[in-house]
């Protein structure tokens, strides 16, 4: 593929902001660092209910980044709607995956397909590999298509939700919707070399590349001196902690971890917790060695405290 400087059109489930969690701090500044290497960009975003296109287009002009947008249409649990979706998954039972299935939509398919036209891209970018019902139309016109994977979709299911008959169902939709993924892709772009692993295992073709976060690089700061002052901070930072996984470590630090160190080592460490949504359980457990910050926007000078 050349260097030289590309059209680049990027599909993306929810316009992100660049304060919000890693994912979305990883396709604003991925957005961003293309257009910094003389690319091209242009960010078509599905806006859920509680976006709206006045928003969108204020924020994008402060970061000086193009942006279309396109409502994703109502979920209805219509007679002909639920008959339409059966009908679907009986054809290709990848669409048990209603992540996927959405991107379906008439409305959604033709504005992606305005967008290729109207915009002329040289490549097309999935900011998450569930669009891959978008994949056809720049196949149509032999448009390279990059698909970047935000999780591997059966495994994070099952990681946030746990196992059930149902979630069970749904692993299986998604499992063939990473496959789907992998054969519509020139390249598949993965966060993690674990991850990078599980896709390469999928596929016999060349197209796995591990992309580490966009977003990190924007986050190093200075070596801060170490602190030796008692008591030490210890803190536990999860990015949000409504997903079951951080849930259960956040519960494991508060309920077993710090009640041993305070009877071991009595006022010898002062424990901080960080990220969004701590459950009110935990709030109410706050004390001079358990201090609950939830989100900070600026966690520097929490961390440069310590």
Not at 18 to 46: C, P, W
Not at 93 to 108: N, R
Not at 159 to 185: C, F, H, M, Q, T
Request: charge should be positive.
């Amino acid at each position: 593929m050349s260097f030289l400087p590309q059209r680049i059109l990027i599909f993306t489930p929810v316009f992100p902001k660049m304060n919000k969690g890693a994912s979305e701090q990883d396709q604003i500044y991925g957005a961003l660092g293309l257009q910094a290497m003389g690319h091209t960009v242009r960010m078509a975003a599905f806006l859920p209910e509680y976006q709206t296109e006045d928003q969108i287009q204020a924020y994008a002009s402060t970061i000086g980044l193009d942006v279309v947008t396109c409502p994703y249409p109502p979920v209805s649990l219509s007679l002909q709607e639920m008959i339409s979706r059966f009908r679907a998954v009986l054809r290709r039972p990848v669409f048990l995956d209603g992540s996927a299935y959405q991107h379906t939509a008439p409305i959604i398919q033709q504005f992606a397909r305005e967008q290729i036209v109207s915009f002329r891209p040289s490549i097309v970018w999935l900011d998450n590999n569930f669009l891959w019902p978008l994949a056809e139309l720049p196949r149509d016109k032999n448009i390279p298509l990059i698909i970047r994977s935000q999780n591997f979709e059966p495994r994070h299911l099952l990681d946030e939700k746990g196992w059930s008959p149902v979630n069970s169902i749904k692993y299986i939709g998604k499992y063939w919707g990473e496959l789907a993924a992998l054969r519509a892709s020139v390249v598949l772009a993965t966060i993690t070399p674990v991850e990078q692993g599980i896709y390469s295992r999928l596929t016999r073709a060349k197209t796995v590349e591990l992309l580490p976060l966009r977003g990190l690089h924007h986050h190093l700061r200075p070596h801060q001196p170490t602190r030796t002052a008692f008591p030490l901070n210890v803190f536990y930072w999860g990015s949000t902690f409504n997903v079951s996984h951080n849930r259960s470590a956040l519960k494991f630090v508060v309920e077993q971890i710090a009640p041993r160190v305070r009877i071991t080592a009595p006022g010898q460490f002062r424990f901080h917790i960080i990220g969004g949504k701590v459950p009110a359980d935990i709030q109410r457990q706050a004390s001079d060695d358990l201090i609950i910050h939830g989100f900070l926007p600026e966690p520097e000078k929490v961390l440069a405290e310590m």
